[in-house]
């Protein structure tokens, strides 16, 4: 870009940096220039790539979705109902096979992460310097083109599934039955303060574990492509091998981004199905 | 890699894109589907009646056939009969009409017969009368003895 001479190091990390709006230090407003000036912002800044392209994402896979449900008919499905519904049998089927209870926000919930996650981390099979490139043509300096792999999405995503956790702990269980389940076990009424200890530990680490396993998957994924990427500026061969390099991770990478939607998903169902029961 | 107030947007993206799936896309298809459910278990259904009326609808064919069949051969046997009985009543009625005829035939003989004797008699009284006259010799008046010639006549 205008020239310099890029380093792989400055590669990787011109990578990996989102695109950050909030306050600099010296009290105005805008889009942040580097790691540091980033981090100067503090806990008040957005980071407008991630936002915008899962936002997008959303909204755009609703839209589909909602246009076909307007048109659903009981008769013989055409195209993308065929699609919507095969999807929402899958769905359906998997909460079934987890969810013991009734609740009508399981299916709804399960099949928004699951399509959402999934369209997030397909980004991830976009040529890293694709959309980068294309916005530093039009003056945006940083992009990150995969929301997942930001850990504010996800565990943005987490926290919402743990509000849900506690939610319907409390409303279930009752607060008595609720903390008598974090106290009493699993070592009985005696060993009240080593219970509380790890079973808060264990209530904590769900929404933990949810958002950064998925992150460090979409993570890693991301870097290697970024490593594969580096390849093709150190000539003819290894670019060509970088080539081969590339399309075989994108292709396995098609089961990671499946599979960790699929998981993130089925956790959230097996977490708010443990909540939702009433004895043990 | 700073988490910041990011997470705070995601989350509430997160909520909005559940609650307005909740709301607008998962029950329509959801119904569709059910809806679909129903409509092919029905049809299936209905299917099974068909088959079922129809089979129904055969046995009370094949009964109707039977009984039909069973008629026309009760109707036949007694056509026969009565075709029979037409038969030997058409032979009395002949018989009886010939007898009649032979009667009648026979009484037109004796008729004839009787008319002819009277014939005879008639033509043997006027030749013995003839043959008198001739023996006598003369006239026999007929007028006058035609008591003694009808007693004559009478008696041949």
Redesign the interface.
């Known amino acids: 870009m205008s020239g310099e001479v890029l380093t792989s190091a400055d590669y990787i990390s011109h990578h990996?940096q989102?695109l950050?709006f909030?306050q600099h230090p010296d009290g105005s407003w805008g889009i942040a220039h580097g790691?540091e000036a980033?981090?100067e912002?503090?806990?008040?800044?957005?980071?407008v790539d991630?936002?915008g392209f899962?936002?997008g994402l959303?909204v755009m896979f609703?839209y589909i979705?909602?246009r076909?449900?307007?048109q659903?008919?009981?008769?013989a499905?055409s195209g993308l109902?065929n699609f919507?519904?095969w999807v929402?049998?899958f769905i359906?089927d998997t909460v079934k096979g987890s969810f013991s209870g009734r609740n009508?926000?399981i299916?709804?919930?399960a099949?928004?992460i699951f399509i959402?996650i999934f369209l997030m981390n397909f980004m991830d099979l976009i040529a890293v310097d694709f959309l980068p490139h294309l916005a530093g043509m039009i003056g945006i300096p940083y992009l990150r083109v995969v929301?997942t792999a930001?850990?504010?999405?996800t565990?943005?995503?987490a926290?919402?599934v743990f509000f849900l956790i506690l939610y319907y702990s409390f409303k279930i269980k009752g607060p008595g039955g609720f903390f008598s389940e974090l106290a009493f076990q699993p070592f009985g009424k005696l060993g009240l303060p080593v219970n509380l200890l790890l079973e808060g530990v264990n209530l904590i680490a769900k929404p933990i574990s949810l958002a950064l396993r998925l992150f460090g998957n979409m993570y890693a994924g991301e870097m290697i492509f970024i490593l594969i990427a580096i390849m093709y500026s150190g000539g003819l061969v290894l670019g060509a091998f970088g080539g081969l390099l590339q399309i075989g991770w994108a292709i396995f990478h098609i089961l990671i981004i499946t599979l960790q939607a699929f998981i993130f998903m089925t956790l959230t169902i097996v977490y708010l199905d443990m909540a939702s029961q009433e004895h043990h | 890699m700073n988490i910041n107030a990011t997470l705070i947007g995601q989350a509430i993206a997160f909520f909005l894109f559940v609650v307005f799936c909740m709301k607008y896309v998962w029950p329509p298809i959801l119904h569709a589907l059910e809806e679909r459910k129903k409509k092919i278990a029905d049809g299936l259904a209905a299917a099974e009646h068909g088959k079922h009326s129809q089979l129904l609808a055969e046995d009370r064919a094949k009964d109707l056939l039977r009984k039909a069949k069973e008629q026309a051969g009760e109707i036949i046997t007694r056509a026969d009969k009565r075709a029979a009985e037409i038969v030997d009543e058409a032979k009395d009625d002949a018989r009886a009409e010939g007898g009649r005829m032979l009667t009648a035939a026979k009484a037109e003989i004796d008729q004839e017969v009787n008319r002819v004797k009277e014939d005879l008699r008639g033509q043997v009284v006027a030749i013995a009368m003839a043959g008198a006259g001739k023996v006598l010799g003369r006239e026999v008046d007929e007028t006058t003895h035609a008591e003694l010639m009808d007693k004559l006549a009478a008696e041949i």
Not at chain 1, 41 to 47: N, P, S, T
Not at chain 1, 72 to 75: H, K, L, V
């Open positions: 990996l989102n950050t909030g790691a980033a981090s912002m503090g806990f008040w800044a957005f980071h991630t936002l899962s936002i959303g609703l979705f909602h076909v449900a307007k659903a008919t009981a008769d499905p109902q919507a519904e929402v049998e359906e009508p926000l299916a709804p919930l099949f928004t959402w929301p930001d850990p504010n999405a565990l943005g995503m926290f919402g």
